[in-house]
Nanobody
Framework: QGQLVESGGGLVLAGGTARLSCTAS????????MRWYRQAPGKQRDLVAS???????TYSDSVKGRFTISRDNTATTGYLQMNSLKLEDTAVYYC?????????????WGKGTLVTVSS
């Protein structure tokens, strides 16, 4: 873990928005298939959203219509736009992606960023 870096977490009011970012640690590398997971206290890590290299996206039912996963035009930064946040969205969010690393795709994880939604 730790080859990807997430940012954008913090304290957000219910109904508010936040945007998480994910990049390769210390370098500008291509990101292929990318996924965002989250883990709430005392719960398992769950898949929230995914995007393929071709741009196909999927979402968990709990976030569908509220969250949007994307990549920038250079495909070196991924995002998770979170709208209409709910208390139950509070969790540590992890980025997971295939990174172009020394001539091959290697799957890496980030260390996570905490999103706290308060009332």
């Amino acid at each position: 873990q730790g080859q990807l870096v997430e940012s954008g977490g913090g304290l957000v009011l219910a109904g508010g928005t936040a945007r998480l970012s994910c990049t390769a640690s210390g370098r500008r590398s291509l990101l292929n298939n990318m996924r965002w997971y989250r883990q709430a206290p005392g719960k398992q890590r769950d898949l929230v959203a995914s995007i393929t290299g071709g741009g196909r996206t999927t979402y968990s039912d709990s976030v569908k219509g509220r969250f949007t996963i994307s990549r920038d035009n250079t495909a070196t930064t991924g995002y998770l736009q979170m709208n209409s946040l709910k208390l139950e969205d509070t969790a540590v969010y992890y980025c997971n992606a295939e990174v172009w690393d020394r001539g091959q795709w290697v799957e890496y994880w980030g260390k996570g960023t905490l999103v706290t939604v308060s009332s």
